[in-house]
């Protein structure tokens, strides 16, 4: 988007409002026909109990080859993290040892 023009947006806002939903629908009737027919081939084929498909199962997903954006720990937050494990586990223990030295 940073690329456009302020003219080519207008454009594409205006063909959008000619065709608001588009390749979207376009894409989810696909799909739902896909879901169709392979779960009807699932009931009259498939074995007893066969899971069928979802609708999801076949919608493109067209984030798929973007990176996602890693969020970084910072050394605080490890810390915190290994001080509160370490003292979980050492609760642990001592409910465990306490209930030894009652036996």
């Known amino acids: ?59 493109l997903d067209w984030d798929a080859g973007r990176e996602k954006e890693v969020k970084q720990q910072s050394v605080e937050d490890m810390k915190n993290f290994l001080l509160g494990f370490a003292q979980k586990q050492n609760q642990k223990v001592t409910k465990t040892d306490a209930k030894n030295i009652k036996k």
């Open 1 to 59: 988007m940073e690329q456009l023009t302020a003219s080519q947006l207008a454009e594409w806002e205006e063909y959008s409002k000619l065709d608001p939903i588009g390749e979207q629908r376009a894409d989810y009737r696909l799909s739902y026909l896909l879901m169709t027919i392979t779960n009807l081939a699932i009931s009259v084929h498939g074995k007893k109990g066969s899971k069928l498909t979802k609708i999801e199962d076949y919608l």
